[in-house]
Every structure is written in C-alpha cells, then in structure tokens.
C-alpha cells in the first residue's frame, strides 16, 4: 500500500478544496458527506476537520474560492463596450452555474438562509456592482440612483439564473439577452449619455 502524499497545509486544503468542488458539483449538498471528500481525497476524516471543521465551513471556503474566480473572469477591460463587459462576465457566470448546477443551487437555495455563504454572494455582486459603476458615464449627482439600480439588477439576474437551472425554459443565449436588455433599458432614462448605443431600443 503506497504511503499518503506529504503536501503543505496550503497545498492539502487545495487539494481537498478541489475535490470538494468535484462532489458539491456532482450531487446535491444534503448528499455530500465529510467522509466521502475525505476518501475521495485520500486522507483521515481527522485531517479533513482540522482544516475544515464542518460540512458547511467546508462549502463556504469553496464558494469564496469560486465568487473570487469568477470575479478574476469578469475584469473590466476600458477598450470593451459596455455590452462586451456584460457579455464576459455574464459568460463567465453562466459558464460556472451551469457546470456547477447543485453547488449554486445549494449556495442559493438550500443555504438561502446561512448568513456566512450569503455574505460570500453579497461580497461578490457589490464587487460587481463597483466595477460597473466605474465605467458607465454618470454624472456626480447620478451615482446613487445608478448604483441602486445595478444592485437590483444583479440581484434579478442571481434570481433569474437560479431559476433557470431549475426550469431551463430559454437558451443559455436567451438568458444573457434578457439580462443584459434590463440593465441597459434601466440605466437609459437615468445617464445623459447612452451606456450602450448599439443595443436596440
């Protein structure tokens, strides 16, 4: 029987992160048990609770590490349109919900009310939420009402695909049309100039 790999606290609490993401994508998160990620790892249950106490402070970590992944895949480029930023980082996200399909549903339903991992979502939208009121054009008196409606937007937009990977009653394309028609149909009658000239009125 050959000896468990020697790895750095860093590099084991990757490894069990990694292969606790494979589990919480591939079942529901009431099926997920702390001593299958621990087999599946290849280590002591006793191990796998000293660097994750719990199921759910295991699920968490996971999350954070994923809103900051996909944070990194939705960076604001100056060259892009508006269109083209909502695009990517739309792109990015639905590329994530759907091939993590029960770990979101599990962060957006069955934990709906565990503060940790809504903070974790709430952390990430407001990031979002910045970095598109960094490149539209408002005027200083417009901030307020322009950062109100971003953060209902992303917050219609968490709700809208969460319900599509429960129901899948439009394309994935669909999807991203639909949501990026209601922020730049939102923003218009709030900027003096138009965030998207492109997109049809």
């Known amino acids: 029987m050959s000896s468990r790999q020697r790895l750095s606290p860093a590099e084991r609490r990757a490894q069990l992160l990694a292969v606790a993401a494979q589990l919480f994508a591939a079942q529901p998160y009431d099926d997920v048990r702390m001593e299958g990620v621990a087999e599946r ?11 994750f106490p719990s199921k759910r402070e295991l699920f968490a970590a996971l999350y ?34 759907a091939e993590n399909r029960n770990t979101v549903l599990a962060a957006n339903r069955v934990l709906a009310g565990d503060r940790l991992i809504q903070t974790i979502i709430a952390d990430e939208l407001d990031a979002l939420r910045e970095r ?70």
Do not use: M
């Not at 960076?75 to 639905?94: I, M, N």
């Not at 005027?139 to 209902?152: D, F, I, P, Q």
């Open 132 to 201: 598109l009121l960094a490149v539209l054009p408002y005027a200083a008196g417009e901030r307020e009402a322009v950062s109100g409606v971003l953060k209902s937007w992303l917050v219609f937009v968490q709700v809208l695909c969460v319900d599509w990977l429960t129901e899948e009653n439009c394309t994935r394309t669909e999807l991203r049309e639909v949501c990026i028609g209601a922020i730049v149909g939102a923003l218009r009658p709030l900027l003096d100039e138009d965030p998207a000239p492109e997109w049809p009125r």
């Open 41 to 51: 790892a290849g280590v002591s249950r006793a191990l796998l609770y000293q660097h």
């Open 64 to 97: 954070r590490q994923a809103a900051g992944q996909l944070l990194d895949r939705s960076r604001v480029d100056p060259a892009d349109t508006f269109v083209e930023q909502l695009t990517e980082g739309l792109d990015a996200h639905l590329t994530y919900f």
